[in-house]
Nanobody, 131 residues
Framework: EVQLVESGGGSVRAGGSLKLSCAVS????????MGWFRQAPGKEREGVAG???????TYGDSVKGRFTISKDNAKNTLYLRMTSLKPEDTAQYYC?????????????????????????WGKGALVTVSS
């Protein structure tokens, strides 16, 4: 059974930093495509960053230059390093994994994964940024 478990959420002042972790288990091989999404109250879930099995990374325009996605294969853990945080970054953050369609999507468009191409979701971690 595939499981994605996020940790590292919390509260921070604007301008601060946080690092989210996602422990990945249950894959017989590495997922082709992994990513981070977020959902703020009253808003749709949006892709924040993507990571292909080929090492390709993609970011949403609102986080480019501030967020970094990475993966430690030895620890089976996906990370999202967030810096220069803004109040508008406040949201529930979700770890996600997808297959070949997800990988093709981020390769072709150079954007984070689409939620409709995600096969597995974590339960989320809350990030709150105060002004």
């Amino acid at each position: 059974e595939v499981q994605l478990v996020e940790s590292g959420g919390g509260s921070v002042r604007a301008g601060g930093s946080l690092k989210l972790s996602c422990a990945v288990s249950g894959f017989t091989e590495s997922a082709y495509c992994m990513g981070w999404f977020r959902q703020a109250p009253g808003k749709e879930r949006e892709g924040v960053a993507g990571l292909g099995s080929d090492g390709n990374t993609t970011y949403g325009d609102s986080v480019k230059g501030r967020f970094t996605i990475s993966k430690d294969n030895a620890k089976n853990t996906l990370y999202l390093r967030m810096t220069s945080l803004k109040p508008e970054d406040t949201a529930q953050y979700y770890c996600a994994a997808g297959g070949l369609s997800c990988l093709a999507y981020i390769r072709a468009l150079g954007v984070p994964p689409s939620a409709r191409l995600v096969d597995y979701w974590g339960k989320g971690a809350l990030v709150t940024v105060s002004s």
